[in-house]
């Protein structure tokens, strides 16, 4: 008979300081969420045997876990974008499940905004020129401008508008309004949304992220150490992760994003559907991300995503609140925001989220959420579905 495996869950979350951070290094940053997380754990750090990290250092993820004082056995430097902490809590998940992992730390932190006005970097108009890339960066095929083109083949082919486009951002910035941790927080229009500048057409300022500084953690532990715990435990219930593509040229449908791989697994594997789920917090850079992944994941058929998204749905009180706290379009944005979805997931599911808590009709928080992480432009994607008992 096959030993059982055991179950797994979030013990442990945290934000470090967001926003306009203009003091710590990232490294001081992933110093302060793993401190956090694991106080947020209750349990000690000597209890820590596995690590993932990111981003940061030419050794990655062993600079990191030096700095802290870790030295894990189990580790994973998966580096997917966007999608890398979904991808990463998936590998922990299963590594913890078959026993090669009692805890795992993942965590991230970033100075980008405080870099670029630092002047210790600029704006990176592309990954690299070597490789399949080579072939796309002489003509200026820069990130934004690819999410650009796969939002206008979708306007194209199912009639998505731009006031649609916008009302995501709109519905964000209305959820992040009571977050004392997002950036912004003012209201905006459509209107406003649509005058901005434009960044690639159609998007204007405020149909992309922002940039912002901060970093976050999160501890994933076996149920024997749940007992332990300071707070109740949230379950990693099923996961998914897809790579699908480089080059533009490699992209066969630009409406179709790898998260109708991932999700597709994601849910078969918790043995729950889209229509069980009841907050959903998914990689936003831009708007038409939200748009195009809520079709992906089952929340709506191809092609309507646009109609689903401007009836006020995404909001708090709406039907599937989306990114609840502001996501990148309004709350933070350091760099790989994955990690921050699954830190604000937990924090619905806790009832913990302070100013912005989602509450069921009985009153009581969430009991299902989704995260779904995107890298690169629709490269790859990571999806963890979440639950408490």
Same mark, same amino acid.
């Given at each position: 008979?096959?030993?059982?495996?055991?179950?797994?869950?979030?013990?442990?979350?945290?934000?470090?300081?967001?926003?306009?951070?203009?003091?710590?290094?990232?490294?001081?940053?992933?110093?302060?969420?793993?401190?956090?997380?694991?106080?947020?754990?209750?349990?000690?750090?000597?209890?820590?045997?596995?690590?993932?990290?990111?981003?940061?250092?030419?050794?990655?993820?062993?600079?990191?876990?030096?700095?802290?004082?870790?030295?894990?056995?189990?580790?994973?430097?998966?580096?997917?974008?966007?999608?890398?902490?979904?991808?990463?809590? =998936?590998?922990? #998940?299963? %590594?913890? &499940? *078959? $026993?090669?992992?009692? /805890?795992?730390?993942?965590?991230?932190?970033?100075?980008?905004?405080?870099?670029?006005?630092?002047?210790?970097?600029?704006?990176?108009?592309?990954?690299?020129?070597?490789?399949?890339?080579?072939?796309?960066?002489?003509?200026?095929?820069?990130?934004?401008?690819?999410?650009?083109?796969?939002?206008?083949?979708?306007?194209?082919?199912?009639?998505?508008?731009?006031?649609?486009?916008?009302?995501? =951002?709109?519905? #964000?910035? %209305?959820? &992040? *309004? $009571?977050?004392?941790? /997002?950036?912004?927080?003012?209201?905006?229009?459509?209107?406003?949304?649509?005058?901005?500048?434009?960044?690639?057409?159609?998007?204007?300022?405020?149909?992309?992220?922002?940039?912002?500084?901060?970093?976050?953690?999160?501890?994933?532990?076996?149920?024997?150490?749940?007992?332990?715990?300071?707070?109740?435990?949230?379950?990693?219930?099923?996961?998914?992760?897809?790579?699908?593509?480089?080059?533009?040229?490699?992209?066969?449908?630009?409406?179709?994003?790898?998260?109708?791989?991932?999700?597709?697994?994601?849910?078969?594997?918790?043995?729950?559907?889209?229509?069980?789920?009841?907050?959903?917090?998914?990689?936003?850079?831009?708007?038409?991300?939200?748009?195009?992944?809520?079709?992906?994941?089952?929340?709506?058929?191809?092609?309507?995503?646009?109609?689903?998204?401007?009836?006020?749905?995404?909001?708090?009180?709406?039907?599937?609140?989306?990114?609840?706290?502001?996501?990148?379009?309004?709350?933070?944005?350091?760099?790989?925001?994955?990690?921050?979805?699954?830190?604000?997931?937990?924090?619905?599911?806790?009832?913990?989220?302070?100013?912005?808590?989602?509450?069921?009709?009985?009153?009581?928080?969430?009991?299902?959420?989704?995260?779904?992480?995107?890298?690169?432009?629709?490269?790859?994607?990571?999806?963890?579905?979440?639950?408490?008992?």
């Amino acid at each position: 008979m096959p030993t059982p495996q055991r179950r797994v869950a979030i013990v442990g979350i945290s934000l470090s300081d967001c926003g306009r951070v203009d003091g710590p290094t990232p490294y001081a940053l992933h110093a302060q969420a793993a401190r956090r997380a694991l106080a947020d754990s209750g349990l000690d750090r000597s209890v820590i045997d596995g690590f993932g990290s990111a981003g940061l250092g030419t050794l990655a993820p062993a600079e990191v876990a030096e700095y802290l004082g870790l030295k894990p056995r189990w580790v994973d430097s998966t580096a997917v974008g966007g999608a890398t902490w979904e991808v990463m809590a =998936a590998h922990a #998940a299963d %590594a913890i &499940a *078959a $026993g090669h992992a009692g /805890a795992v730390l993942l965590v991230y932190g970033s100075t980008a905004r405080a870099d670029i006005k630092a002047r210790r970097r600029t704006s990176n108009l592309s990954f690299g020129g070597r490789g399949p890339l080579q072939f796309e960066v002489p003509y200026g095929h820069t990130l934004i401008a690819k999410y650009a083109m796969a939002a206008r083949r979708h306007m194209h082919e199912y009639g998505t508008t731009l006031e649609q486009l916008a009302s995501v =951002a709109v519905q #964000a910035r %209305a959820n &992040a *309004a $009571g977050n004392p941790d /997002a950036m912004f927080r003012d209201p905006i229009t459509v209107d406003e949304v649509l005058a901005g500048p434009v960044i690639a057409d159609p998007f204007t300022k405020l149909h992309c992220c922002i940039r912002s500084d901060g970093g976050c953690a999160v501890l994933i532990a076996a149920e024997e150490y749940v007992p332990d715990c300071a707070k109740e435990p949230v379950w990693i219930l099923g996961t998914g992760e897809y790579l699908s593509h480089t080059t533009m040229s490699q992209w066969e449908d630009f409406t179709v994003s790898p998260a109708a791989v991932s999700g597709r697994l994601a849910f078969a594997r918790a043995g729950v559907t889209p229509a069980d789920i009841d907050i959903a917090e998914i990689y936003d850079a831009f708007t038409y991300m939200t748009l195009v992944t809520l079709e992906d994941l089952g929340f709506c058929a191809k092609g309507e995503g646009g109609p689903f998204v401007e009836k006020g749905r995404l909001r708090l009180d709406g039907e599937l609140p989306v990114n609840t706290d502001g996501g990148g379009l309004s709350a933070c944005h350091p760099g790989m925001r994955g990690l921050f979805l699954l830190v604000e997931a937990v924090r619905q599911l806790r009832g913990e989220a302070e100013g912005h808590q989602v509450r069921k009709t009985d009153g009581g928080p969430p009991r299902l959420a989704v995260a779904s992480g995107t890298g690169g432009w629709f490269c790859s994607s990571g999806t963890v579905v979440l639950g408490r008992d």
